[in-house]
């Protein structure tokens, strides 16, 4: 994604600034605690570290899913692979926003069969940019499973997609934007909300 401000339904699951005004939900210390915990569910999950690969969506997705390959080598001492899966030309509301950059797609060596792949995304609203992830994945390869791990879920699906692991749960109204701060692309980390009061919606 190229940010994770959202708005009205339809609109693709991210923006691109943080708005004026916007109240501070997450700071710093709470993404870290969050990342942190997201690492040992999936090692739970996993029953370990065999087979993973984390696959971020940009644009923050990518900086997450590098963030918890750490987490999970400080945890168990073992290297997840990494990557990045742009979904742009899977999407299917291209005609209704402006044209997107296209991004690299990189997948670690031995690509995605029988692996199990989870996709790392900064927030999760519509589904819409996950469904796309989904049919990117399978033209790409045939994991054993395909699992989402997000740090932000606020709520709003237009399309039946769960998270299996989410960093925290952030009830909205669709006028609202959600915005993730990363320090890998904004300079710091934080998650902020704004409403149409603070600066509208995305």
Do not use: C, F, W
């Not at 996950?130 to 699992?147: E, F, K, M, N, T």
């Not at 692991?165 to 890998?184: D, I, M």
């Amino acid at each position: 994604m190229t940010s994770a401000a959202q708005g009205a339904p339809g609109a693709p699951d991210s923006g691109t600034t943080a708005l004026p005004g916007a109240r501070v939900l997450l700071e710093s210390g709470d993404i870290h605690r969050a990342l942190t915990r997201i690492a040992h569910e999936l090692l739970e999950a996993n029953k370990g570290p065999h087979d993973l690969i984390l696959l971020g969506i940009p644009t923050r997705g990518v900086p997450l899913a590098q963030r918890l390959a750490r987490r999970i080598a400080d945890a168990d001492g073992a290297e997840v692979p990494t990557g990045s899966l742009d979904v742009t030309m899977y999407r299917d509301d291209l005609r209704r926003h402006p044209t997107r950059t296209l991004l690299p797609t990189e997948l670690p060596p031995g690509g995605l069969d029988d692996r199990i792949v989870v996709l790392v995304d900064d927030v999760l609203y519509s589904g819409r940019t996950i469904r796309a992830a989904l049919d990117a994945v399978s033209d790409l390869g045939r994991p054993r499973a395909v699992r989402l791990a997000v740090l932000v879920d606020r709520g709003h699906r237009e399309l039946p997609i769960r998270a299996d692991h989410v960093g925290k749960n952030l009830p909205t109204s669709s006028a609202e934007r959600v915005s993730v701060l990363l320090a890998e692309t904004d300079g710091r980390d934080a998650v902020l909300l704004s409403s149409p009061a603070t600066g509208g919606a995305a």
